[in-house]
């Protein structure tokens, strides 16, 4: 069983940055990819970006390519999430996860999922 703890969220004005950070227990394998989804009010849950934790392929969503970067620390067991010129339609409950290797670069089956850290981008 892994567990998954997200921290770093906050409010920031349109342009700015935050890191999210989400820590992992439990036993994490190469072939997983673990990643972040993001859900506003109203709106369905979607995926913004994973890394595959063995090798470091990465994937994006559109939206947010060139300003969002993620990283993982083998030594932590922590995934990062950096997000630069945000913007308010960033704004929603981001959440960590983790997904298969089948699943990598979809944004759908989901093995595990943290609690949530808000964030909040004001105009």
């Known amino acids: 069983q892994v567990q998954l703890v997200e921290s770093g969220g906050g409010s920031v004005q349109a342009g700015g940055s935050l890191r999210l950070a989400c820590t992992a227990s439990?036993?994490?394998?190469?072939?997983?990819?673990m990643g972040w989804f993001r859900q506003a009010p109203e709106k369905e849950r979607e995926g913004v970006a994973s890394?595959?934790?063995?090798?470091?392929?990465?994937y994006f969503r559109d939206s947010v390519k060139g300003r969002f970067t993620i990283s993982f620390d083998n030594a932590k067991n922590t995934v990062y999430l950096q997000m630069n010129s945000l913007k308010p339609e960033d704004t929603g409950m981001y959440y960590c996860?983790?997904?298969?290797?089948?699943?990598?670069?979809?944004?759908?089956?989901?093995?595990?999922w943290g609690q949530g850290t808000q964030v909040t981008v004001s105009s």
């Open positions: 439990g036993t994490l394998y190469s072939s997983w990819c």
């Open positions: 890394i595959r934790l063995g090798g470091g392929k990465t």
């Open positions: 996860a983790i997904q298969p290797s089948s699943r990598c670069g979809t944004w759908n089956g989901v093995n595990y």
